[in-house]
């Protein structure tokens, strides 16, 4: 069926694509504007520090610089953050992290801007670095914000979990860690600042969510709003990690100070160092089955390190804790979680929002439980999924969707395949051992119950003669362009070279909410079904007075408007434009809210999207090194819009959890990150890529109004534990801690007599 | 604007930064003992540009060794072996024919380096010079012979030696590598395995060979065990090629050489794997391939 479905759809080139495979097209980094100035930001010397004093006084005399600012320059709220404003733009006395600001310099070459940053003097005294989650909590803990070391708290109960363990057959308890993942985006942090005649000041900036960069900008430079400009994409990857502010704060005011354009473009070290990653947790659970199979109790535990500062770090627990049971049954839940400050980094947004963290504990606890009551992983989960009409992980009601058993059913035929096509190949090699894993995932789409999620979109018809679809989502490398184009071209029958599609830009888009929780493709879809019918029936009305043919007889086309049987177009775009711009242009808008559960439970989601990992890997036993060979991902997000834009997230996603799994760890040493560049933090790179396969279950739930579902996090989540479960079916060894370790493997292998000289201890 | 800003950038290297290209080794010499530590010479650069980024200061004078006619990159098959040209880049090993059909584990090794772009400027000589270029195993395990440019001419020297007292030596330059014709016995296996913490373009966090030949009696003839990787300089296990050297390979129990090459071997840690897990990951494949030359022999 998917076939069928997949063949009748044609992939679109993305409007783009070409600039971007050939490098032509432009980022916001690549641009130069005349007597443009170079900025750079200085970080802190120590993860945790009292800033004694900070002196610019050699700084600003060296030739070039055109300023140093430091705290004292901030004009409004020294202070940042999407949920509270807790980070300083640029600190005065207590720097928390390395890439804490003290100060920022303007100069006329970027590396006369390098120099003045050395001759910047800053007394600090050390203070006691919290580089663990368990040292913060300790009792005599420095306390790094007025309100303690706890960023938040989140908890969610349901029966009596104690009861329930007392009634189970089997119960697992283990404790599972995973690590700081950074975006690695490729293009890193920057753009440029451009303070206009007018005393308005235009910010060439990548952001997912111009309104919000703008709403924090005048809050830090005390301005109207209005008297901001956003320019916004493209952007060259951004997977949540640009979705808080980053330079554009320390480029606003260098502007402004100097009058000057000033550009910013961090470094990869730079990036590293200040940059936001995916939260480390420790997640100890408990998890209970009859021995029918059936799980009767799911206890959970997350203590999550939050670095310095807060972001969305809040909303991402509270993430984890919904997601805590996942697409399963549960009839007692105690799900707790604590989110804490430390000196390591900040963590926040990135893909996935704290999804990926919780589903590895989940899916390993569920393999763990059906090995112990010796009975079929997938079947094990069958027995426990929910059914279409269940509510959802938090009780609350959501849009029906039967996604959890069609992706487990998804993968299960090529479940038996994979296993043994694995142990052929094993009698045939001595030194390698293939295994195979599966796992599944529910993601929670938009921002949830309670919060601000707005969107809307604007369609017009320009004097032109343009259909144009304007939106304030971002493009960072997802696609959205060729998403909206797709839906547009399909809800209004027109042609591709009658559209016109802006992003990206405060001074003429509307407010479409935040391009970040998958929430893009369905929005747009959503905004167009809202707005079409005023919008063709604007248009029709048009033609038909200019015409006299009733509306009725007329239709839109490729081109223009059409006889409903006509081949050819009666009126085009233009010349409706033409007659119309006489009268009042065509505007057609919608502003509504994301769709949440009509139940008052916080944070609680209303779509949900579903993913089935199939893996095999090969594990090489004399070095414990990890090889994925197949990556299978059946996922469940309603229709397709477009089938490369949603292959390639659901592929892209995918490695990236097959890096999460393996490879990629900021290890941070007493604060400090012990990888600052891509040469030792590691990505996948293509030889590491296996082959890969995305099945699209596109089937909604009858009657279902809100069409397709965002898939930009849900290729990432269920990867790490069917990569892991993989590793088990291969050796027996279960792993509990990310990235998967070479030493554990190998010490597994000796440990199982594996070669006959090992004797490991 | 583009290019308006190349030129800053240039001007900025240009007022810092002197670049010689001296024509012939004895003036590359003399500059180098006139400027010091303040100079370095620098072949491919490839590996200066990395640690450039990484934050070390680049040196204030680089000589450049490209145009000094005694150091052409080329292969030459010589009566006593195979003579390398330390400015051979590493992706052009395998264009010769002596090497493909004498030194294979040289192109093993050379594919491993760094993504093609790197190995097509990546030099031989530089991979020896870095000091622990994943080339230096495999060239340990084929008794490589250096020659070396010092004040007072041309000199040779086994690498080994050469890796044990580069400390104490005096300015000087790497001009070609020999590789030594050796006899090839009935059974002969080589090695090289480097093991990093991805697929490709990745620094080695281990990295192993060897060769090991067996006489018609079942006694080893020959054999040589090199082991490196991560900031480990790489090393001759000679305590374990003494042992088996001369022995039957039956007699010494593969458990036996396992922890001997774990004693013998002394890795470099870092942030990322420690100690143990190299030596562990380093005997394993040695042994591994002892035990596959016993199987190689048995099937004869």
Redesign the interface.
Known sequence: MEHEENARKQSRVRPDGAGKVSGSLQYLTDLYFPDMLFGKILRSSFPHARILSICTEKARQLPGVKAVITHKDVPGLNGFGLIVPDQPVLCMEIARYVGDAIAAVAADTIETAEKALKLIEVEYEPLPVIDTPEKAMAPDAPQLHDNGNVMHRAGHKKGDVGKGFEQCSFIVEETYRVPRQMHVYMETEGGVIVPEKNGTLTVYVGTQHGYKDRFQLARILGMPEEQIRIISSPIGGSFGGKDELNIQPYGAMLALITGCPVKIHQTRKESVISGLKRHPMKIIMKTGASKEGKLLAHKVEILADTGAYATLGPAILDFAVEHAAGPYMVPNVDVEGVSVFTNNGVAGEFRGFGGNQITFALESQIDRLAEKLGMDPLEFRRRNIRKAADAGPLGQRIAETNGASEVLEGISPAFEKRKAEAEKWNLEHKWKRRGVGAAIAMHGGGLGYGRLDPAGGRLSLTNAGKIQAAFGFEECGQGILAVIETIMVEELSCGVEDLEIVIGDTAVVPHSGSTTASRGTSMVWLAVQRMKKDFADGLLTGASRMTNIPEANLRLGNGGIFRRKGTHPIVTYRELAQFLSKDAPLIVSSRFDFPTTPDKIDSGHFLYSFSGVLVQVEVDILTGQIKMVHLDQTISAGPVVNPAGYTGQIEGGGVMGIGYALMEEAVMVEGRYAAENLDSYLVPSICDVPELKVMPVETLAEGDQYGPRGVGEIGTVAVAPAITKAIHDALGHWVQTLPVSAEEIITACGERGMNKWMKTT | ??NG?QA??DE?IASEHEIFQPRGLPEALELKEKFGGEAIFIAGGTLIQ?QR???IELPRYLISLEKATELKGGVADEAGGVVIGALTPLADLRLHYAIVKGCGLLIVAAKGVGSPAIRNRATIGGNIIYGVGDLIPALLSLDAELTVYEQGGFREINLWEFIKNREEMKSFILASIKIPVRTLLDTERTFY?K?G???????S??TVSGRCSIREDGRIADIRIAAGGGASAPQRLVRCEDKLLGAHLNSV???E???DICKEYTPTPD????T??RK??AA??I??EL?QLIADREGK
């Open positions: 604007m583009d800003k800053l950038r900025h990395l980024e990484q934050g395995r093991i913490r991805r697929e490709a373009f990745i620094p966090v281990v129990t593969l458990k050489i396992y922890s942030a990322f794997l420690g143990r897990y562990l990951a394993n494949v042994v591994s035990e």
